[in-house]
């Protein structure tokens, strides 16, 4: 049967109503998960590493009756390496040159966010000073499938912003270790790998138990379960972003090989039923192009069947006016991913403000920055691109303001806070900077 994608056209009568409902993904809050992650956090919090083990030997179905300790669940530096230099060689080469090219680009973005200071002409110095956090979590799904690139993502800018313990907790289902996982880790630098998962690992993470010390911050993607728990223990932790279902949007002005263009909306469908492809074009021949095309290939994909439900469910192909409207509701969008697949693609991307990441041109498929271009690859999903931005070095720093007032300085500052502060109603404030002047001749 084929596939049936909605098809849009902005020119016609309804059409932002179409295109709120296709948009219109709020992250669910089912109670009976809200529930188990409440009860498993505050277990952990009282019980710590007992209420750990526990969870970790029954939803993770550990082998041989379980683990009878904690340290059962920690994986050595050695064995870290093992895995690294036990890899086929093209896949343990493909894993150093992404980490090579991530670190690069993370580096240079570590050169853009220097501290600074600046003295005024009184001698009063201001400024302000970067430092990165001391301990981060990183979690590492491990259920479904294995992600040694999230963990190349994830760990490479903490370990580049300077932070001195990254800590990492990847579940093992069945007590199965994916040993590209634990290769990666060797790669980026992660101080200690623990083998759980679930909202127990975020509840170690977040309180600290008597084997793992408190964290942070807690980054990286996780299912429901770890998604609740991480939005829970925000305040005590800080972290990343709570991630929805993955997205690409295409912006083509009908240049590109129709094949190339079905197969980027297919790599962000393939994840998910609930991931959501669409493209923006102003050819009505060429999206028809593209529809053939998803028509013949999505027979040859593996992921068929979950490729098919996500277009069907929250795909569109869209015809606009023209590219310039095709970048209006980009914006209006503010897509995970945007590929801008077109001749001479900068003149488009200057119209754009909101967007996880840009691919400019036909040659820069999503799955490359997937993997291996250097940006980061965790980015803002479900239209909060409007106001956060990818993962990267910033995360794993702090600010902190540096105000050393001079003599002479305390005596104008001085007399405008208190100014302020007695209009505030706030007079211990006032009287604080007053008893710093000196008496009026």
Known sequence: MPIQ?????????????????????????DAAIEASVANI???????????????????DRIPHGGAAEMAAF????????????????????ALQIAAQRIRAFHERQREELRGFTYTEPDGTVLGQKITPLDRVGIYVPGGKAAYPSSVLMNAIPAHVAGVAEIIMVVPTPDGVKNQMVLAAAAIAGVTRVITIGGAQ?????????????AVDKIVGPGNAYVAA?????????????????????????????????????FSQAEH???????????????????????????????????????????GALIKVRSMEEACEIANAIAAEHLEIS???????????????AMFLGRFSSESLGDYCCGPNHVLPTSRTARFSSPLGVYDFQK??????????????????AATLAYGEGLQAHARSAELRLKPQP
């Not at 932790?237 to 083509?252: F, N």
Request: net charge negative; proline share 4%.
């Open 5 to 29: 994608i909605r098809k849009l056209d902005s020119s016609q009568d309804g059409f932002q109503q179409s295109l709120d409902t296709l948009l219109a993904f709020e992250a669910g809050t």
């Open 41 to 59: 956090l505050a277990d952990v919090k009282t019980r710590g590493d007992a209420a750990v083990l526990e969870y970790t030997n029954r939803f």
């Open 74 to 93: 920690d994986i050595s530096q050695a064995e870290l390496q093992a895995a690294l230099n036990g890899l086929p060689s093209a896949q343990r080469e």
């Open 201 to 213: 690992a975020v509840g170690a993470l977040a309180y600290g138990t008597q084997t793992i010390a």
């Open 229 to 265: 728990a991480k939005r829970r223990v925000f305040g005590i932790v800080g972290i990343d972003m709570i991630a929805g279902p993955s997205e690409i949007l295409v912006l083509c002005d009908g240049t590109t090989d129709p094949d190339w263009v079905a197969m980027d909306l």
């Open 272 to 314: 998910d039923e609930l991931a959501q492809a669409i493209l923006l074009c102003p050819d009505a021949d060429y999206i028809a192009q593209v529809e053939e095309s998803i028509a013949k290939l999505l027979p040859t994909m593996p992921r068929q069947a979950t490729i098919s439900t996500s277009l069907q469910d929250r």
């Open 342 to 356: 077109a001749d001479n693609p900068q003149q488009w991307a200057e119209r754009i403000r909101h967007a996880g």
């Open 399 to 416: 600010r902190s303001s540096i105000i050393h007032v001079s003599e002479a300085g305390a005596q104008t500052l001085g007399r405008v």
